[in-house]
């Protein structure tokens, strides 16, 4: 589907959002589903994604979501293809994410070395805002969940959640050490989600 919203909708996109915001699905029912699928995080380490969006969810709010466009492994274009061609994809992941932890802002970090990608992520963003997807009130349902995109600057390492934190917050992308993991201590110290592109996309 590209970037075009009505083609994405047109083969059931955003459905299972308004499932979820329509009541079908409670955030622990995601989660529990999450567990059954045994999701794993598509970034490299492998971290069971329902285990680490219950652990922010128990967390003390506010929390916050992030997705890692970093991708920075020599010839790996797998977060690259979501970005460019199927920006929808994930973003609805991203959303469905953010309804089931109980968060209202988000981040996606995309290395300003795509700059169609994050052109492209602009887009997607401006047509699921005008549809009323995506910021207050989403589909009226008194959901609020907005994203900003951050750029970095191609640095390696902020390709590891920390780091990545570190350069979301605006300091130099350096790991840190854990505990206390994102899930409790993240950006600017409130509880974080972080995935990759493909794991929010799945």
């Given at each position: 589907p590209?970037i075009?919203?009505a083609?994405y909708?047109a083969g059931?996109?955003?459905?299972?959002?308004?499932a979820?915001l329509?009541?079908k699905y409670s955030?622990?029912e995601?989660?529990a589903?999450?567990?059954?699928?045994?999701?794993r995080?598509?970034g490299?380490?492998?971290f069971l994604?329902?285990?680490?969006?219950r652990?922010?969810?128990d967390?003390?709010?506010?929390?916050?979501?992030a997705?890692?466009?970093?991708?920075?492994e020599?010839?790996?274009?797998?977060?690259?293809?979501?970005l460019l061609?199927?920006?929808?994809?994930?973003?609805?992941?991203?959303l469905?994410?953010?309804?089931?932890?109980?968060?209202?802002?988000g981040f996606?970090y995309?290395?300003?070395?795509y700059p169609?990608?994050?052109?492209h992520?602009?887009?997607?963003?401006?047509?699921?805002?005008?549809?009323?997807?995506?910021?207050?009130d989403i589909?009226?349902?008194?959901?609020n969940f907005?994203i900003?995109?951050?750029?970095?600057?191609g640095?390696?390492?902020?390709?590891?959640e920390t780091a990545?934190i570190a350069?979301i917050e605006?300091?130099?992308?350096?790991p840190?050490?854990?505990?206390p993991?994102?899930?409790?201590?993240?950006?600017m110290?409130?509880?974080?989600?972080?995935n990759?592109?493909?794991?929010?996309a799945n």
């Amino acid at each position: 589907p590209g970037i075009d919203l009505a083609a994405y909708r047109a083969g059931g996109g955003y459905g299972v959002l308004e499932a979820c915001l329509a009541g079908k699905y409670s955030a622990d029912e995601i989660i529990a589903r999450l567990d059954e699928t045994a999701l794993r995080g598509l970034g490299g380490a492998g971290f069971l994604t329902g285990r680490k969006w219950r652990m922010v969810r128990d967390a003390p709010g506010p929390r916050l979501l992030a997705v890692n466009g970093d991708e920075s492994e020599p010839g790996t274009f797998k977060d690259r293809h979501y970005l460019l061609a199927d920006p929808h994809r994930f973003l609805e992941g991203m959303l469905i994410a953010a309804y089931a932890i109980g968060c209202t802002h988000g981040f996606i970090y995309v290395r300003a070395e795509y700059p169609i990608a994050v052109r492209h992520v602009h887009i997607a963003l401006h047509q699921v805002r005008e549809r009323g997807l995506l910021g207050t009130d989403i589909l009226g349902t008194g959901f609020n969940f907005d994203i900003e995109v951050r750029e970095g600057a191609g640095a390696f390492v902020c390709g590891e959640e920390t780091a990545l934190i570190a350069s979301i917050e605006g300091s130099r992308g350096i790991p840190r050490p854990r505990p206390p993991f994102p899930a409790v201590k993240g950006y600017m110290g409130k509880p974080t989600n972080i995935n990759n592109v493909e794991t929010f996309a799945n």
